[in-house]
């Protein structure tokens, strides 16, 4: 089983009984604000978020982890590359946490261990990231990763009758090895 450590994290993949903490965690309208979909609610979403994502080393470019406490195993959030393309190297970087753990560096740190996972492990060349330009939370976390600001598209999305824009952000091997 895939299992990343941090100093405060454990990263393994999610397992059924997560299905309660990760409802509490992507039901909140805040943790949500800037996500393509409306917040969940319902356990059968969360169970079946769980099932879709389950590892499978046969494609390991596809890799959800749930972001939990070392100290307590307490789920916080998830971390994921996904989106990924085998033949160009490159898959896309996605990333949640619960309110209560905002401000305390911990999704850049799960970030940077998936990160080293999908540049060393699975040798990709490109990691990239698609962000609400408002969501200045995450550019931060981004850009403290190394990530550069590489494209803007206008109206990209429409949830719940909001439209929004997305930043695209991007990330080269050779420039996380630097």
């Known amino acids: 089983m895939l299992e990343l ?9 999610l397992s059924l009984t ?4 990760l409802l509490a965690i992507f039901s909140d309208p805040e943790v949500m ?8 609610s319902s356990l059968t979403q969360a169970t079946q978020f769980i099932e879709n994502a389950a590892f499978d ?3 390991p470019t596809h890799v959800v982890l749930g972001v939990y406490l070392k100290e307590t195993r307490t789920l916080v959030g998830k971390c994921m590359l996904f ?4 033949k160009s190297r ?4 996605g990333f949640g946490l619960a309110k209560s753990c905002w401000g305390q560096g911990l999704i850049g740190e799960a970030a940077a261990a998936l ?11 490109r990691i990239e990231a698609e962000i609400d330009p408002d969501n200045r939370g995450s550019a931060r976390v981004l850009e403290k990763l190394g990530f550069r600001q590489e494209g803007y598209l206008p109206q990209r999305w429409i ?8 930043a695209l952000y991007g990330l080269l091997a050779e420039h996380w090895h630097a």
């Open 115 to 125: 990160l080293q996972y999908g540049f060393r492990t699975l040798n990709l060349n």
């Open 159 to 166: 949830i719940s009758g909001h439209v929004s824009d997305s």
């Open 18 to 21: 997560d299905a309660a903490p």
């Open 57 to 59: 080393p046969n494609h």
């Open 5 to 13: 450590q941090t100093e405060r994290l454990v990263l393994r993949p």
């Open 33 to 40: 604000k800037y996500w393509d979909g409306a917040p969940w």
């Open 83 to 86: 989106n990924s393309h085998p």
């Open 90 to 93: 490159r898959a896309e970087l």
